[in-house]
């Protein structure tokens, strides 16, 4: 009976495997591109879309059954230099913070702030619309929320954002971890993104933006930074003197990090460094960040657009290269009709703005399955539920093909 079962496993995974085959032929949504533009899809009216003034945009719902809280953090690391600031002798971060309230009510929390808008609407080029709609987003937290649950329940996710990339742009998967019971903290990486916006108004944009080349020693400079901003975050959080007042729920034991583009690449870094994190997940970001010949052992998804991602297509080598050295549990899923942005709020909100983001999957089914899959993932590896999810293509979501995977 168990050779049966073995025989039937080893025939449903060969079939999830084989599904994956390079894409041939152009996608829409097929380009590593975040940025909506007013552009038309392939097949859709080239007549300008409405100019969003009136429009109220807002992020799906969560999918938890806790109400969520969230809260800002400024740090400072005095024990290093800005790595992008040669006059520098600390490191000051924000970080955002999502967690399970214990009620709901409140003040919902703004999505960003109005430079933090101004800035992000000019860099994607989308003009048209007022400088503040960003801001107008309807969000599902509420601002400075008193935390729920008991002293070191709740498992600690660090999110780090793509290059550029506000720490507001994976708002949409903190709110629904958080409503399922984590502690999430989103990063803004100093000097690496649009804007970061300081207490008293103060605004630091983006420093590395202008440094060239982009060549490999300048993304392990961006991965080596951004694991020391995780593992500074972790201590402010689960250390003696935390940095904030809910800090005393986190279980110091279950911490792992995502992130999107470059965020979900620099995780290698953080794995790799900090003993603390025992998972980590790459969401559609070029494995820039490569992972060692001596390997990585710990837990480790791969999810990513199936036009670029899948093994063999183009923009797929750095993850085979990844692939071999990742020699613990891991997977590498791709999302049929996925673009780059769909992994994060961008396409969310570019669509409803009605932007092109490049995807044929609408917005809001991608980030369903973005939610569905990294809690999954966490599920998984911070709280040892079994994930069917992980081992063969579901029902519930056929966008999703299992490309390569090990034994659970």
């Not at 629904?176 to 984590?182: E, I």
């Not at 820039?288 to 052992?297: C, F, I, K, M, T």
């Not at 009709?337 to 044929?360: C, N, P, R, Y």
Request: hydrophobic share 40%.
């Amino acid at each position: 009976m168990e050779l049966r079962k073995m025989v039937i496993a080893a025939g449903v995974l060969a079939s999830a495997i084989t599904a994956c085959a390079p894409v041939s032929g152009p996608e829409a949504g097929s380009g590593s591109v975040d940025r909506p533009s007013r552009n038309p899809s392939p097949g859709v009216s080239a007549e300008p879309p409405k100019t969003a003034r009136d429009t109220v945009l807002s992020l799906p719902e969560p999918t938890g059954s806790q109400p969520v809280g969230t809260t800002s953090l400024h740090l400072t690391d005095t024990s290093r230099p800005d790595p992008w600031d040669a006059g520098s002798t600390s490191r000051e971060l924000m970080v955002s913070l999502w967690y399970p309230a214990a009620r709901a009510g409140g003040q919902a929390a703004p999505y960003m702030s109005a430079v933090e808008s101004e800035l992000t609407l000019k860099d994607a080029g989308v003009t048209g619309v007022p400088a503040d709609l960003l801001t107008r987003t309807r969000t599902h937290a509420f601002s400075d929320a008193p935390a729920a649950g008991k002293a070191r329940e709740l498992p600690l996710v660090v999110l780090s954002p793509g290059f550029e990339k506000t720490r507001s742009s994976l708002t949409g998967l903190a709110e629904d971890l958080a409503s399922r019971g984590y502690v999430v903290a989103s990063i803004s990486h100093t000097h690496e993104n649009i804007a970061t916006v300081f207490p008293g108004g103060r605004v630091v944009t983006c420093t590395a933006c202008q440094v060239q080349p982009h060549d490999q020693a300048f993304w392990d400079k961006v991965g080596a930074t951004r694991a020391d901003d995780v593992s500074f975050v972790v201590d402010q959080l689960t250390g003696p003197r935390p940095g904030w007042k809910g800090a005393g729920l986190i279980d110091p034991a279950r911490i792992a990090m995502a992130g999107h583009s470059v965020g979900g690449a620099s995780s290698v870094a953080a794995l790799l460094k900090d003993s603390r994190i025992k998972a980590g997940v790459n969401v559609d970001g070029l494995a820039v960040v490569p992972v060692p010949a001596s390997g990585l052992r710990k837990p480790y998804l791969l999810l990513g657009s199936q036009a670029t991602r899948t093994p063999g297509g183009r923009e797929a080598a750095s993850w085979q290269a990844a692939w071999q050295h990742l020699t613990g549990w891991k997977r590498w899923l791709v999302v049929a009709g996925a673009g780059h942005a769909s992994f994060t709020d961008i396409s969310v909100l570019g669509e409803q703005a009605g932007l092109d983001t490049g995807a044929t999957l609408p917005a809001a089914r991608s980030m369903e399955i973005t939610r569905a899959y990294v809690a999954a993932f966490l599920d998984l590896h911070l709280r040892g539920t079994p994930q069917p999810l992980f081992d063969q293509t579901s029902q519930t979501y056929p966008e999703v093909t299992v490309c390569m995977t090990t034994p659970a």
